[in-house]
């Protein structure tokens, strides 16, 4: 039974106000709060703060989710009461996240100046987008390296090795070898995509790994990386588009400082940060409530955070489809055939959203984000040839990794050659089943050879077709393969295959239900010509005995009538024997 | 009398000798698969019919050749489960409507405990024991759930898996499975109970030392099945809110390190029989307080604003009141005191699934 209002209580949690500190310190990152009863139902929850939420009265436990130890606090609410609980803030506790935004572990202002300085650089006609590639280690340490990094385009020609510390920017202090804090390479592109391919050696993954980026007419595509002991960290990436011209630092500038847009620059950063970090943990550090419409709505100029907002949206139940259809609207207005929007095109119409009637286009590009990848992938199992055909977009098919926010693969590519080509990739996905006889193994190249997929993946199928025969199953379907990752066009010819190895068994079932039905044939036939030789011995035999009975029949009635013609004629009779006896003699004479 | 229709595959890798020479080993997962064999087959846990437990670690069954378990022998296992209770119901029962009761009261745990992948978001991949650098091998628990979930193969599904969610692969591969249609068109069933020991791209974690030889989020889950969630009932309502909240605490006490769990539970699902489990719990007055040289003290079950029960722990030789609560949230009074009316001191305390010492006033 509910109890009365009288027997309510108000909670509060409220962050502490340090002195030193700025009221919204920029530093600091809305928390998670959670209230639970003595049931461990969850019974409140918020970010940042929670401000006069009604409970029964009663023993209730507040936890505040943190980088290091949560606070936790049981509290009592007694009827009537109003209870604030306070948690402590620390400025040492920013988002985990390498850019230098508002509520990150990256925001110093000696990083975000040279950054802006690169950002508000004009482009030429020719090369209307810019990319930069920017490595922040705060706390100093070992000089930052980019050895193995480098920029490609679509066909594996490398636009930029980022191991050469000329292309860098860095700080004054020291020269390029003391770059311990930051370092800033920009280059400025067409319009397209480019690869990004680093150096990796996450366990199951020792190579070199790719991230696709793309590139907008009048944008930067920002690459932030984190570093340790002077070693970049693509696990710590985080992109950003950025209008090319527009301060990315404006409280860096005596005359933007006081500006009105200002304020909302500086939030939908650090909101920008929070949705990818959401999307990393899958877990929402922010109300999208809460984000200002104006950030994604009206002041749209964030293209990142409209993106990463979007996918946010697109997970959360219920749906709110009228921010979705306005967001994914202002996206093709600001970036128009963004791989990372085409696939949220893909995604909405999946709910409902979006005008199903104006078609697609073909697609020949990744989108950065992996959500957006496997939701293409899976347009193009339903529509083949959505994806186009030996474009990126279908060549890493089945070497993308699984997991992660961002898209990534495997590399090289039969398509990608380059002086950096990994032969310790190839040697270590590139496997002999391991137990089984080469002909298994000769099986997978030759899967990998035919539709270009990764032969790791080659081998899993062959795995999966053996699991499949050992259960009884007599042939593959191209459903079965859809988990693969591959095109129907590559499935095909992957069946083709099995069906000229025969691999199923088919083409034996098939000769030897002829070799039977052969068999089958010819003893019916046998059996056919028995019984018809029967039919002919046994039909002779009836005549026989038939002319016999015949001949001795006709014997006996002549004699019959003879006798009777005797008695009748006795002198015709005699003279008829003694012809007969006559002729007799004359026989014998001879 | 054993749960007639439950089966269960419990499956532990300690070692991956093909990788990094023995690095990437463990402590704890034979352990972890031992102590839920015993659950699923206690008469007050699980109560498993023995035979009905398939185990797969590196030690059992014997006399295989290492590295084990491997990706066929876990996929067979389950194939058998799902083959044998068919037979088993078909065999029992001629007419339908019996054999559809008996699906009712079928249910399959898939437990794993070992290193795994960070698949496609929904997804704990354990790695199997033959996985080297060169080949990731191993088996998805969404893919068995899937597929038993399809076949409607049993009536309640319940997957635990202690693993790691970070390891990134190349394609998770999908099961050779084809069961056909084994069970019956119930609304909301089959029901699950899925619960991973961390979230999406989070690692799992052992302890560090300390006399637990079980996984953080093993020894949380066993602690609950046991009866130390809140509540007479261990079903699968409390048990996921006894987890949430109970290994991340665990954690940070024996590691010092965050791991949060993921679970996803359909309402309903009963673990074992009804079992109070009660905690030892110490309060030390501090000094000065309204508690301090008091007898005894009043601990109070509050809910909806009123009081459940008052019961009454007496002060020892050193003023220290000893006792026992079960899982949950407290007020400490001084005897017969009521908040909740006369607006006596309260200490609020919590018991969350293991013995307790707190400091009050």
Redesign the interface.
């Known amino acids: 039974m509910k109890p009365s209002v009288n027997r309510f209580g108000t909670l509060s949690v409220m962050p502490q106000r340090d002195f030193g500190l700025e009221s919204g310190d920029r530093r600091s990152v809305p928390r998670r709060i959670q209230v639970t009863d003595n049931t461990l139902s969850l019974v409140a929850k918020g970010f940042g703060e929670l401000e006069g939420k009604k409970l029964p009265a009663g023993i209730y436990q507040v936890r505040v989710e943190s980088v290091k130890k949560p606070f936790e606090k049981m509290v009592f609410l007694p009827p009537k009461g109003n209870v604030s609980v306070a948690y402590p803030t620390n400025p040492e506790e920013p988002l985990p996240s390498c850019a230098p935004v508002p509520g990150s572990g990256g925001m110093h202002e000696f990083i975000r100046e040279p950054l802006d300085k690169i950002l508000l650089r004009k482009t030429s006609r020719s090369k209307p987008c810019r990319i930069v590639v920017m490595v922040t280690q705060p706390e100093g340490g070992l000089p930052i390296k980019l050895n193995g990094f480098r920029l490609q385009d679509e066909k594996g020609h490398v636009i930029s090795d980022l191991a050469d510390e000329s292309l860098f920017s860095f700080p004054k202090e020291g020269g390029p070898s003391a770059a311990t804090t930051w370092k800033i390479f920009s280059i400025d592109v067409s319009p397209g995509g480019i690869v990004l391919v680093a150096p990796e050696n996450t366990l199951g993954i020792e190579g070199f790994v790719s991230q696709p980026l793309w590139c907008s007419r009048n944008w930067s595509t920002v690459v932030f990386m984190g570093a340790s002991s002077g070693l970049p960290l693509l696990s710590t990436i985080s992109i950003y588009l950025w209008k090319i011209g527009a301060s990315f630092a404006p409280e860096q500038h005596y005359t933007l400082r006081e500006q009105y847009e200002t304020p909302y620059i500086l939030r939908s950063q650090k909101a920008t940060e929070l949705a990818l970090q959401s999307l990393i943990n899958g877990r929402s550090l922010l109300s999208m409530d809460e984000v200002d419409s104006n950030l994604l709505v009206e002041k749209f100029n964030n293209p990142m955070l409209g993106i990463f907002g979007c996918h946010l949206l697109l997970q959360r139940t219920p749906k709110n489809q009228d921010l979705i259809r306005t967001v994914l609207s202002n996206l093709k207005k600001l970036v128009p055939q963004h791989p990372d929007v085409v696939a949220l095109e893909i995604m909405s119409r999946l709910i409902g959203l979006g005008d199903a009637k104006q078609p697609l286009q073909n697609v020949h590009w990744p989108p950065m984000l992996r959500r957006g990848y496997v939701a293409m992938r899976d347009k193009d199992w339903q529509s083949p040839g959505f994806i186009v055909k030996q474009s990126m977009c279908d060549r890493i098919r089945t070497r993308v990794l699984t997991g992660g926010v961002w898209t990534r693969w495997i590399t090289p590519d039969t398509g990608e050659k380059s002086k950096f080509a990994s032969r310790s990739v190839r040697a270590r996905f590139t496997n002999p089943l391991k137990g089984k006889t080469k002909t298994l193994a000769g099986d997978a190249e030759e899967i990998s050879r035919r539709t270009g997929a990764f032969e790791h993946t080659s081998q899993q199928i062959l795995s999966y077709a053996i699991q499949l025969r050992k259960a009884g199953r007599a042939e593959i379907k191209p459903d079965d393969l859809e988990w693969t990752g591959m095109s129907q066009l590559q499935v095909k010819k992957t069946l083709r295959y099995f069906r000229e190895k025969d691999f199923f068994g088919a083409k034996r079932r098939i000769q030897k239900n002829a070799r039977s039905s052969v068999v089958r044939a010819i003893q019916a036939k046998i059996r056919q010509l028995q019984s018809e030789l029967e039919g002919l011995l046994s039909a002779t035999a009836v005549r026989t005995s038939f002319a016999k009975r015949r001949s001795t029949g006709v014997a006996v009635g002549k004699r019959r009538r003879l006798a009777v013609a005797a008695r009748k004629h006795p002198g015709r009779s005699r003279r008829r024997k003694a012809k007969v006896a006559g002729s007799a003699k004359v026989n014998k004479q001879d | 009398m054993a749960n007639e229709w439950h089966y269960a595959v419990v499956v532990g890798v300690d070692q991956y000798p093909r ?2 020479g023995g690095d ?1 080993d463990l402590k704890c997962p034979i352990d972890d698969a031992e102590q839920i064999k015993e659950w699923l087959i206690s008469s007050g846990g699980g109560d498993v019919h023995p035979d009905r437990v398939k185990v797969l670690t590196r030690l059992l069954p014997a006399g295989r050749n290492p590295p084990v378990p491997v990706f ?1 022998e876990i ?1 067979e296992a389950i194939i058998e489960c799902t083959e044998d209770f068919k037979r088993r119901r078909e065999q029992k029962f001629s007419k339908q409507a019996d054999q559809k009761e008996a699906w009712k009261q079928s249910r399959f745990y898939f437990y794993i405990s070992g290193h795994g ?5 929904d997804d704990a991949v354990l790695i199997t024991a033959n996985a ?5 091998n191993h088996i998805s628990t969404r893919s068995v759930l899937n597929k038993l979930k399809t076949s409607r193969a049993f009536a309640d599904l319940v997957v635990w898996a202690d693993c790691c ?10 099961l ?3 069961l056909g249609e084994r069970g019956y068109n119930i609304p909301k069933m089959p029901r699950s109970f899925i619960a991973y020991a961390a ?4 690692k799992a974690y052992e302890p560090n030392g300390g006399s637990s030889k079980n996984s953080i989020f093993t020894q949380v889950l066993l602690e609950g099945l046991k009866g130390g969630v ?2 007479k009932h261990v079903d699968s309502d ?1 048990l996921r ?2 987890m ?2 109970c290994v ?1 605490r665990r954690a ?1 006490e024996l590691t010092d390190v965050e791991q949060h769990p ?1 679970i996803n539970a359909d309402t309903g699902i009963l673990f074992g029989k009804p079992v109070i489990k009660d905690y030892l719990v110490k309060l030390t007055p501090r000094a000065g307080s309204v508690f301090e040289s008091l007898p005894s003290v009043d601990i109070l ?6 009081i459940r029960s008052r019961r009454t722990f007496l002060a020892d030789s050193d003023g220290v009141f000893i006792g026992r609560l079960e ?5 400490v009074v001084p005897p017969g005191g009521n ?2 009316q006369d ?1 006596s001191p ?1 200490q ?3 018991v969350f699934g293991k013995d307790t010492n707190e400091t009050i006033g």
């Not at chain 2, 079950?301 to 009123?306: F, I, L, Q, R, V």
């Open positions: 990788i990094n990437f066929d996929n992948v960070d698949g496609e978001g080297s650098l060169i080949s990731l969610r970070d390891l990134p692969t190349v394609t998770i591969q999908d050779p499975w084809d979230r999406n791209r989070k809140p509540g409390n809110k006894f949430l909240d991340p940070l993921e079950d509050m809910d909806n604003a009123t899982t949950g949230f407290y007020g908040p909740l607006g309260v609020p305390i919590g």
